[in-house]
């Protein structure tokens, strides 16, 4: 089991910046990668960005050149960050951590936060 903590949410205006993060603890050791969504109301949950544990990334198309998400291995924590610069108002939604667990079998768990809102107001 994974569990994990968010925090970093808010409200901002147009062009400012928020650093979100996630804290995962428990079964650390087999986690195969981490990640943010975000659902924005009335949308679908959407990729923001990811980061493997080998320090792959994949960025959403709309936050190239804009987000950059980190990790910070501890000795019993996990932590990832998603640095989000130049804010727009589209950005406004609930941002979710995610971590993918692959045990040894080569199935994977998903894990998700409990969300934090990020309003951009214009």
């Known amino acids: 089991q994974v569990q994990l903590v968010e925090s970093g949410g808010g409200l901002v205006q147009a062009g400012g910046s928020l650093r979100l993060s996630c804290v995962a603890s428990?079964?650390?050791?087999?986690?195969?990668?981490m990640g943010w969504y975000r659902q924005a109301p009335g949308k679908q949950r959407e990729l923001v960005a990811a980061?493997?544990?080998?320090?792959?990334?994949?960025?959403g198309d709309s936050v190239k050149g804009r987000f950059a998400i980190s990790r910070d291995n501890a000795k019993n924590t996990v932590t990832v960050y998603l640095q989000m610069n130049s804010l727009k108002p589209e950005d406004t939604a609930v941002y979710y951590c995610n971590v993918v667990r692959r045990v040894q079998s080569g199935r994977t768990y998903d894990y998700w936060g409990q969300g934090t809102q990020v309003t951009v107001s214009s």
């Open positions: 980061i493997t544990s080998g320090g792959g990334t994949n960025y």
């Open positions: 428990g079964s650390i050791f087999s986690i195969n990668a």
